[in-house]
């Protein structure tokens, strides 16, 4: 994902912050899939084990779209936190919006976390 992009999918991002059409952090993101609210995910790629666990599994029963590509300082500086693992957009159009303005952005599942992570352990890139 190169940096226009990038600015681009952030800047959605922290406008959904401002707007009340996202929500920061695991709790949140877990909440608002079990209501069925949550349209789109963005999982940081440096986020630790225990956080995906308690995530991703939830989100790839309840069919939600994950976009990895992310640090957590960048998600953290789009929504003005320190460190963020997971955000996740309530907005059906701002999740458009955002899966729009990065088509190539990585798509992923609890497979696709384990196998990136395994493969970025081993000192490759995905």
């Not at 952090?25 to 899939?33: E, I, P, T």
């Not at 989100?59 to 955000?87: D, P, Q």
């Amino acid at each position: 994902m190169d940096a226009s992009v990038r600015r681009k999918v952030l800047g959605l991002v922290g406008l959904g912050i401002r707007g009340r059409r996202a929500v920061v952090g695991v709790q949140q993101v877990r909440d608002a899939a079990r209501r069925g609210k949550l349209k789109l995910a963005l999982v940081a790629g440096d986020a630790s084990k225990n956080s995906l666990n308690k995530v991703v599994p939830l989100l790839t029963a309840r069919g939600v779209v994950m976009i990895e590509g992310f640090t957590a300082e960048e998600l953290a500086g789009a929504c003005g936190r320190e460190s963020v693992s997971v955000m996740g957009v309530l907005d059906a159009g701002l999740a458009r919006g955002i899966r729009e303005a990065a088509p190539d952005a990585m798509k992923i599942g609890v497979a696709g976390v384990e196998k990136q992570r395994a493969v970025r352990n081993q000192g490759g890139t995905f």
